[in-house]
């Protein structure tokens, strides 16, 4: 189905544009972790601090890790736990984390992990996606994300699908609306993930796979890629290429890389031909690499901007370009 | 196992305790939908209005129905999404709603329907039920939630399972800490849940209820019941009682009574013996009464009382407490 507002692209269409214009598919997750954060932000773990002032130096990080990221890669994907840990103090730092990153030219990939039903999944998708009024503020402001309401919105956030197929389709009014997106929870990697994901016969994953595949189909954009996305951290090659045959529009949100142990090898069977349709995210093995004994000596941004064009070469090296 | 920390009751001899008191297992859910507010609040829903003035007006809302079910229930159950929508200023909102609500001597189970691994559902944890530094702030402020920092904290939190029982664990880890509790999504009530929930043989739901009460038994409290919850959101009586059986020594929190469909009857099965183990939540059914035809010409307050006061007496008339 054709999108219905003409004054902005699909969230599927400029995610494509911005990945061939960087030319890598890689995805910086902000994750900051209060115990690895470098120590001229150690303020944000002092429990004598201010919490509005610990909720500060955790946003000076990931500001300064934008830089970073900005112009590297197509996007980043903050992890709002971390900033929920300060309340109403660390929501004004996710805000300002959101619109730092739109300033950069990136997109935003909120990993929210929402999922609600009816007025509820309705109300988080217009906290995320379009604003409390809906549509992503005024239209001026909506296509680039560079000002007005839109500008501290996501371009699309992390959903969790456990209520059912229904409980995904307020977002995908949302995303139709304000030309966001949301990538669904299909398949995590975390090693006890198999005694619900694999329950049933065909495993339980596969099922919310074909849910969310027919779902997308109303959202795909002129890339022809849908604006409805999953999260796979599929953890063999084997089912992340069935997976990808299962949802040959889908774009793909591959968690893992790096810090969580898989390789770019492994995630090669999540692209579709000539590298499209695909992330690959790597949070603490961009975000801290300073820690690690190969970048040891350097500033943490300095091997921050290493370890990702590092990572961008290994990426680039196993899924070629065309 | 025994609780490590003895300055603090658990979350679920709490509740228990609260119930008792107040003579009855109704929940008050806080769902402020914009549109259903009444005339007084309509400011939250003035798009023209700054956003602070609009979450300012939501709050207000909700702070005077916490007067309606302050001393005639045990607890409030405020829905995060709504707060989410205005940002910043909603956590802020949410906020003055948990502390108003502990000042008012209620227990706060906030719908918040998180879930993640590892680092991130510690951080979750931490945001909710034992703040930033874990435990719950003081030792002084824990055991009422009546100041320092465990005042915007919540005594329990709903937390959605899909990523696997290890997902629990850093919850369970927190409410062991703190004397808080959660409640994990084993069944909801929405029509296409079923898709999803009732996948292979025996139904996903069943495995999630199993895992569950096994990872509950690490919270047992004095009361006999675990702080580790369910929600049920059971379609059928046969059904509810069949969780019921499998899960003798988890809380239900029971959705849906009310404007939802459900009346007292159907819920009867979801309690122990003596009309122990279960709260049951009517959300619009109270805070928006005033839209019922036998409540027109009252003052949405008085509609709200009334209407509480009715769910009490049908509750506790096919719930008899011994």
Same mark, same amino acid.
């Given at each position: 189905?054709?999108?219905?507002?003409?004054?902005?692209?699909?969230?599927?269409?400029?995610?494509?544009?911005?990945?061939?214009?960087?030319?890598?598919?890689?995805?910086?997750?902000?994750?900051?972790?209060?115990?690895?954060?470098?120590?001229?932000?150690?303020?944000?773990?002092?429990?004598?601090?201010?919490?509005?002032?610990?909720?500060?130096?955790?946003?000076?990080?990931?500001?300064?890790?934008?830089?970073?990221?900005?112009?590297?890669?197509?996007?980043?994907?903050?992890? $709002? =736990?971390?900033? !929920?840990?300060? &309340?109403?103090? +660390?929501?004004?730092?996710?805000?300002? %984390?959101? *619109? #730092?990153?739109?300033?950069?030219?990136?997109?935003?990939?909120?990993?929210?992990?929402?999922?609600?039903?009816?007025?509820?999944?309705?109300?988080?998708?217009?906290?995320?996606?379009?604003?409390?009024?809906?549509?992503?503020?005024?239209?001026?402001?909506?296509?680039?994300?560079?000002?007005?309401?839109?500008?501290?919105?996501?371009?699309?956030?992390?959903?969790?699908?456990?209520?059912?197929?229904?409980?995904?389709?307020?977002?995908?009014?949302?995303?139709?609306?304000?030309?966001?997106?949301?990538?669904?929870?299909?398949?995590?990697?975390?090693?006890?993930?198999?005694?619900?994901?694999?329950?049933?016969?065909?495993?339980?994953?596969?099922?919310?796979?074909?849910?969310?595949? $027919? =779902?997308?189909? !109303?959202?795909? &954009?002129?890339? +022809?890629?849908?604006?409805?996305?999953? %999260?796979? *951290? #599929?953890?063999?090659?084997?089912?992340?290429?069935?997976?990808?045959?299962?949802?040959?529009?889908?774009?793909?949100?591959?968690?893992?890389?790096?810090?969580?142990?898989?390789?770019?090898?492994?995630?090669?069977?999540?692209?579709?031909?000539?590298?499209?349709?695909?992330?690959?995210?790597?949070?603490?093995?961009?975000?801290?690499?300073?820690?690690?004994?190969?970048?040891?000596?350097?500033?943490?941004?300095?091997?921050?901007?290493?370890?990702?064009?590092?990572?961008?070469?290994?990426?680039?090296?196993?899924?070629?370009?065309?």
């Amino acid at each position: 189905m054709a999108h219905t507002s003409s004054d902005l692209l699909p969230f599927a269409d400029r995610l494509d544009a911005a990945v061939a214009r960087v030319g890598n598919a890689c995805l910086v997750g902000l994750d900051p972790h209060l115990d690895a954060l470098p120590e001229e932000f150690a303020r944000a773990r002092d429990a004598s601090a201010p919490r509005s002032e610990r909720a500060r130096a955790l946003a000076d990080f990931l500001v300064s890790l934008i830089d970073v990221a900005a112009n590297r890669v197509a996007a980043v994907k903050p992890q $709002s =736990a971390f900033f !929920e840990v300060f &309340g109403a103090d +660390g929501a004004a730092a996710w805000e300002r %984390v959101v *619109g #730092a990153a739109h300033d950069a030219g990136l997109l935003v990939i909120g990993d929210v992990k929402r999922g609600d039903i009816d007025s509820t999944a309705r109300a988080y998708a217009r906290a995320f996606l379009e604003g409390p009024d809906g549509q992503g503020g005024d239209a001026t402001s909506r296509a680039d994300g560079r000002s007005g309401p839109r500008r501290m919105l996501c371009d699309a956030i992390t959903v969790n699908p456990l209520l059912g197929p229904g409980s995904i389709q307020p977002f995908i009014e949302a995303c139709r609306a304000a030309g966001t997106g949301i990538y669904v929870l299909v398949r995590t990697s975390n090693k006890d993930s198999a005694l619900f994901q694999e329950h049933g016969d065909p495993p339980l994953f596969e099922r919310i796979a074909d849910a969310v595949a $027919s =779902a997308g189909r !109303e959202l795909i &954009g002129q890339s +022809g890629l849908s604006s409805v996305g999953a %999260v796979i *951290g #599929a953890t063999q090659p084997r089912e992340l290429a069935m997976l990808r045959a299962r949802m040959p529009a889908t774009p793909f949100l591959l968690p893992g890389y790096g810090a969580q142990g898989a390789g770019a090898k492994e995630i090669a069977a999540g692209f579709l031909p000539g590298g499209r349709g695909a992330l690959v995210n790597s949070s603490r093995g961009i975000s801290f690499a300073y820690k690690q004994p190969e970048y040891r000596g350097l500033h943490w941004k300095d091997a921050s901007k290493r370890a990702l064009d590092a990572m961008i070469r290994e990426v680039n090296a196993v899924v070629p370009r065309t």
